[in-house]
T-cell receptor, first 116, second 115 residues
Framework: AQKITQTQPGMFVQEKEAVTLDCTYD???????LFWYKQPSSGEMIFLIY??????QNATEGRYSLNFQKARKSANLVISASQLGDSAMYFC?????????????FGPGTSLSVIP | EAQVTQNPRYLITVTGKKLTVTCSQN?????MSWYRQDPGLGLRQIYY???????DKGDVPEGYKVSRKEKRNFPLILESPSPNQTSLYFC??????????????FGQGTRLTVV
């Protein structure tokens, strides 16, 4: 079974609108971390945001926020006021403390296209 | 400028011809790792290294080798490449691995085609 599920292979959003990219995960650990990375067409991987399983508040970084629902095992990325430069692949990733501090699992990614 | 540098960016090779993809970081990071990215599968970890002379297998190590003789360098070696190793490869480094919420810095990627 996949540990990280991103059910939206591709999404479109109008410029200046908000968009939510879904991520659900599967773990039996109590302590874990969740990451979101952005990959533009140029190929590099850009860190966006991190959420720890014990963090009481949802993480926010500028226009990015993470809607963390622990009981549902979801960590959706919310991008507010979409810009054309947000068009990219977005990957959700999880680090489980029980298995290894040093391994992380990535989801299959969601391709976001921002329409002018 | 803090960066992770991979070379080459693009490589086309033939089956069985040994190749090395280099990775170098200038941030004095202890932790380095290699990933391959394939459509629909996201990134999968090949090998990682916690420090000099310390390496360990990731999820898809078959067909790859690594070495960590110096802190800054972490080359990926394909002794006998096969077409199923055609992929986009990323090197990453961070201060202490994925724990302690340390952000990983990625190289630009190497697109490898094995024919």
């Amino acid at each position: 079974a996949q540990k990280i599920t991103q059910t939206q292979p591709g999404m479109f959003v109008q410029e200046k609108e908000a968009v939510t990219l879904d991520c659900t995960y599967d773990t039996s650990d109590q302590s874990y971390g969740l990451f979101w990375y952005k990959q533009p067409s140029s190929g590099e991987m850009i860190f966006l945001i991190y959420q720890g399983s014990y963090d009481e508040q949802n993480a926010t970084e500028g226009r990015y926020s993470l809607n963390f629902q622990k009981a549902r095992k979801s960590a959706n990325l919310v991008i507010s006021a979409s810009q054309l430069g947000d068009s990219a692949m977005y990957f959700c990733a999880m680090r489980e403390e029980q298995t290894s501090y040093d391994k992380v699992i990535f989801g299959p990614g969601t391709s976001l296209s921002v329409i002018p | 400028e803090a960066q992770v540098t991979q070379n080459p960016r693009y490589l086309i090779t033939v089956t069985g011809k040994k190749l090395t993809v280099t990775c170098s970081q200038n941030m004095n990071h202890e932790y380095m790792s290699w990933y391959r990215q394939d459509p629909g599968l996201g990134l999968r970890q090949i090998y990682y290294s916690m420090n000099v002379e310390v390496t360990d297998k990731g999820d898809v190590p078959e067909g790859y080798k690594v070495s960590r003789k110096e802190k800054r360098n972490f080359p990926l070696i394909l002794e006998s490449p096969s077409p199923n190793q055609t992929s986009l490869y990323f090197c990453a480094s961070s201060i202490t691995g994925w724990r302690l919420r340390s952000e990983a810095f990625f190289g630009q990627g190497t697109r490898l085609t094995v024919v």
